[in-house]
């Protein structure tokens, strides 16, 4: 990750009293999206293109054909436990993957990543990113079901146009999944453990992987809540 999107972290945790947020909700009709809190960084791509397309109650992300990530965490989000739900279109990608981000910290944080394209079509997976295994020079995306590597599921709705409402609730020292109102349910007991970050940020990411791949995904919607619902 950026040294800039750490200090990001670093002074929104510095400067915060924790507590439980306010709820946050964005449609996105304020082209400013700064101006509502978000900050945007790339993780991995060229720095001197533009990525992000502020539209009619939406974000349009274009990402090039080549590896490419952005991700976009909100300083009005803080909070120990929170559900986090996105809504976005998949309008068209070769091999784009879209994520949704809570409990952003300096050390790390955790990650629903949805599969739009390629090979992994249909698919999730959960993550926790470890800054210590970056510094290290290893992977810091460390897969919460490495048994099961991608999980797929007919609740994820795939092609050009696609759309999709996403949620993760990031709850204690659990992580619960829905994809379009549908809990998704891999192991017996439905969850994945999220007990090394207890506080941070949400937010989320559109990726694309490899080359002579490109996409488009718009961003509709988001809100990060207290309440479980």
């Known amino acids: 990750m950026r040294r800039n999107l750490l200090f990001f972290l670093m002074l929104v945790l510095c400067l915060s009293t924790l507590a439980v947020s306010a709820d946050f909700t964005d449609d996105f009709s304020d082209i400013d ?63 784009g993957e879209f994520g949704i981000v809570c409990r952003a910290q300096e050390d790390g944080w955790y990650e629903l990543r949805i599969y739009l394209s390629g090979p992994e079509a249909g698919s999730y997976a959960v993550y926790r990113y470890e800054t210590a295994l970056r510094e290290e020079g290893k992977n810091p995306f460390v897969c919460l079901h490495p048994t099961l590597n991608h999980i797929y599921t007919r609740s994820l709705k795939t092609g050009l146009n696609a759309k999709n409402t996403v949620k993760m609730l990031c709850e204690g020292d659990e992580i619960r999944i829905y994809i379009n109102g549908n809990e998704m349910k891999p192991f017996r007991n439905s969850r994945f453990y999220a007990g090394e970050f207890q506080t941070g940020l949400s937010g989320f990411s559109v990726w694309t992987q490899g080359p002579r791949n490109d996409a488009e995904i718009n961003v509709t919607s988001f809100r990060s809540i207290f309440e479980t619902e």
């Open 33 to 95: 999206y700064a101006a509502n809190g978000w900050n945007s960084e790339l993780m991995f791509g060229k720095p001197d293109l533009d990525y992000i397309f502020p539209g009619r109650r939406m974000l349009s992300f274009r990402l090039p054909d080549y590896n490419t990530a952005i991700y976009m965490l909100n300083k009005n989000t803080l909070a120990e436990d929170s559900a986090v739900e996105v809504s976005f279109e998949n309008v068209f990608s070769n091999n």
